[in-house]
């Protein structure tokens, strides 16, 4: 059975950071691009960041360029996501997500072959 399972997320006011965690099981991690996707409330669910397979490539938002960085380990079978200068826009639930395919993860179509269960991220002002 495939699990993904985030962790890391709470309250921050703005301008800190938090770390957010994907942990996945089920599959072969090494396989499969990875992306951290997030939801606000009333909003779509929008792409955050992904990272390829390999770690060579990654893609982020405009709107989180420069401040989020997204990593694996594909030794722990796990994803990060590094949230520095958060805004209270920020605020979402984070969800991670697996796909053997690059164009699938950044293309816009949101239909990832995997889904963890979200992590909700407040950021106050």
């Known amino acids: 059975q495939v699990q993904l399972v985030e962790s890391g997320g709470g309250l921050v006011q703005a301008g800190g950071s938090l770390k957010l965690s994907c942990r996945v099981s089920?599959?072969?991690?090494?396989?499969?691009?990875m992306g951290w996707f997030r939801q606000a409330p009333g909003k779509e669910r929008e792409i955050v960041a992904a990272i390829h397979w390999s770690g060579g490539s990654t893609y982020y938002a405009d709107s989180v360029k420069g401040r989020f960085t997204i990593s694996r380990d594909n030794a722990k079978n796990t994803m990060y996501l590094e949230m520095n200068s958060l805004k209270p826009e920020d605020t979402a639930v984070y969800y991670c997500a697996a796909d053997r395919y690059w164009v699938t993860v950044v293309g816009g179509s949101g239909n990832l072959e995997h889904w963890g269960q979200g992590t909700l991220v407040t950021v106050s002002s």
């Open positions: 089920g599959l072969t991690f090494s396989a499969y691009v």
